[in-house]
């Protein structure tokens, strides 16, 4: 197993900014696609960003021009800069990291979630 930490939850107000993190324990992986996804109470968890090992991005139109995905794979670490957050932003938000190097650990390992409130 390949534990995940996250960390840059908290709250803020509306328009203002949060940055999270995921970084996976550990050294000689090889990740292939990554991503972040929020989940509200009453909901399933959706995709938020993903990005591909070759920095391909995609976004939900929701999150669009204000959110912004990246990776460090010298740190097996993944980011969220979230700016001029609203409140329908709150919730869960949770990391995914698709392992594929050393072959005995491949597969999608998730974070543990941060929450994110965005008061109005």
């Known amino acids: 197993q390949v534990p995940l930490l996250e960390s840059g939850g908290g709250l803020v107000q509306a328009g203002g900014s949060l940055r999270l993190s995921c970084a996976a324990s550990g050294s000689m992986f090889s990740f292939n696609d990554m991503g972040w996804y929020r989940q509200v109470p009453g909901k399933q968890r959706e995709p938020v960003a993903t990005?591909?090992?070759?920095?391909?991005?995609e976004y939900a139109d929701s999150v669009k021009g204000r959110f912004t995905i990246s990776r460090d794979n010298a740190k097996n670490t993944m980011y969220l800069q979230m700016n001029s957050l609203k409140a329908e932003d709150t919730g869960i938000y949770y990391c995914?990291?698709?392992?594929?190097?050393?072959?005995?650990?491949?597969?999608?390992?998730w974070g543990q979630g941060t929450q994110v409130t965005v008061s109005s």
């Open positions: 995914r990291l698709n392992l594929v190097f050393p072959r005995s650990l491949r597969g999608d390992y």
């Open positions: 990005i591909t090992s070759g920095g391909t991005t």
